[in-house]
C-alpha cells in the first residue's frame, strides 16, 4: 500500500494570520496546518475523515473542470467579516505558492473565487464566495492514499467461488511496500484460507500473485511471484503438504478493476486461488 507523505506547512502569505476573528470558532475546529486563516474570519464548521473523496476545481472553461482525489480529508468552512472573495484567493494563491505547493488552477466563476494547489501527495484547494461587503470561504485539505482493504470474503464464500468458477480472489493478505514480505495483520486472513484447505483436503491449488499496473511488467511479475511463494510458504509451514501446492506470478497481466483509479488499483493487487 502506497501512504502519501503528509506534508505539514505554515503558510505565510500577507493576511494570513491568526488575529483579529471575528467570532469564535465552532467547538472542536481549528486551522489546518497547512494554511491558517485570514484575519477577521471565525471558523463555522469542519469536518475531517480518514478516507473519503473529495471534488478539486481544475478549470471553468472545459470538462472536467473538477479532479476526483480520494484519501485523507479535512474540511473548513470560514466565515469573515470584511474580506473580500477576491482578497482571500489572491491570499491562498501567494500563501501557497510560498509554501512551495504547485498552483494547478486559480479563476473565478461569480459568485465564487477558486483556488486549487498540490504538492506531492497533499491537495489544498479553496472556495470562497463574497457577500454584501463579508464572505466565507472553505479549505479543503486531500492527503491522496490508498484506502486500507479492511473488508474480507469468509471462507465459505470462497469455496463457494473455487465451486462455481475455479478460483477466488483473496482481500486482505498484505505485504511491506514493493517486497514479498507478509504485514502481521494478513494472519487472520491467511489462517482463514489454511482453514478453507483443511477442510478440502482434496483440494490441489495454484495460489496466484497479483499486482496493479504501478511499475514495470518485468517488475510486477517478479514481485508477484515472490508474494505467491511466501503464500504458499506459510501454508506449508502451518500444516499444509507441499505437493498439494504451486505458486504463480502474473505481475499487471490480468486486471479485474481500472488501473487509473486508487480503488481499482486496489482490486488488482491481490491473491487468487485457483483449483489444479
Known amino acids: ?20 476573528m471575528a467570532q469564535e470558532d465552532e467547538p472542536g475546529c481549528k486551522d489546518s496546518a497547512l494554511l491558517t ?4 474570519c471565525s471558523i463555522a464548521d469542519c469536518s475531517k475523515s480518514e478516507f473519503d473523496a473529495a471534488e478539486v476545481q481544475t478549470s471553468l472553461s472545459k470538462d472536467p473542470r473538477t479532479k476526483h482525489v480520494e ?11 470584511g474580506k ?39 491537495w489544498v484547494a479553496v472556495v470562497a464566495s ?19 482493504q479492511e473488508m474480507t470474503t469468509d471462507a465459505a ?52 500473485g497479483h499486482t496493479d499496473s504501478t511499475g514495470t511488467k518485468a517488475g510486477n511479475q517478479t514481485l508477484s511471484q515472490q508474494r505467491a511463494t511466501a503464500v504458499v510458504a506459510w501454508l506449508v509451514q502451518n500444516g499444509i503438504p507441499a505437493g498439494r501446492l504451486s505458486s504463480a506470478g502474473l505481475g499487471d497481466t490480468r486486471p479485474i478493476a481500472d488501473n487509473a483509479t486508487d480503488e481499482g488499483r486496489a482490486r488488482n493487487r491481490r491473491v487468487e486461488l485457483v483449483k489444479q
Not at 500500500?1 to 483579529?20: D, T
Not at 484519501?71 to 467579516?81: D, L, R, S
Request: glycine share 10%.
Open 1 to 20: 500500500m502506497r501512504i502519501g507523505r503528509f506534508l505539514v506547512v505554515l503558510a505565510i502569505g500577507a493576511g494570513f494570520g491568526l488575529s483579529a
Open 37 to 40: 486563516r485570514m484575519a477577521g
Open 71 to 81: 484519501g485523507k480529508v479535512e474540511k473548513i468552512h470560514y466565515t469573515c467579516t
Open 84 to 122: 473580500s472573495a477576491l482578497q482571500v484567493r489572491r491570499n491562498a494563491e501567494a500563501a501557497l505558492h510560498g509554501a512551495g505547493f504547485q498552483v494547478d488552477f486559480t479563476g473565478y466563476d461569480v459568485p465564487e473565487h477558486y483556488v486549487t494547489a498540490h504538492k506531492g501527495a497533499q
Open 130 to 148: 463574497e457577500m454584501t461587503g463579508d464572505s466565507s470561504y472553505v479549505v479543503t485539505t486531500v492527503l491522496t492514499e490508498e484506502m486500507k
Open 157 to 208: 464464500a470462497w469455496a463457494a467461488a473455487i465451486d462455481q468458477t475455479g478460483h477466488a480472489a483473496i482481500y486482505g493478505i498484505e505485504f511491506d511496500t514493493g517486497k514479498a514480505t507478509l504485514k502481521a495483520e494478513s494472519v487472520k486472513v491467511l489462517t482463514e484460507v489454511l482453514g478453507l484447505l483443511q477442510a478440502k483436503p482434496e483440494w490441489r491449488m495454484r495460489i496466484e
